[in-house]
């Protein structure tokens, strides 16, 4: 008889480990390009949900138009024209 290296049932255990792991490589790097893309998708909707709230644009600090009359004009100069761009004093 010859000896082998390995027995059937540690060949077998080292199948199943090569497998889940290529399995969790392949689903991982899936998923990742997965959640990249819903991210791209939806920056836009989170950065006009922020701007809609602080009642500012998060970019450059420009007040939020009007849009009713329910609605208060927060103020402020546009930071192009010298002011430090940031959110409106809540004086």
């Known amino acids: 008889m010859t000896m082998t290296p390995f ?6 255990l080292l199948a199943v480990l090569a497998a889940a792991g290529l399995g969790y490589a392949v689903g991982r790097r899936i998923g990742r390009l997965q959640g990249r893309s819903e991210g ?6 989170v950065l ?11 970019i450059c600090g420009q007040p939020a138009a009007a849009a009713g009359p329910d609605v208060v004009e927060l103020g402020g100069p546009h930071p192009l024209d010298g002011a430090r761009p940031g959110p409106p004093s809540r004086e």
């Open 48 to 58: 006009r949900i922020g701007a809609f709230e602080a009642g500012f644009c998060p």
């Open 40 to 45: 791209l998708a939806s920056a836009p909707v």
């Open 7 to 12: 027995t059937q049932t540690e060949v077998i």
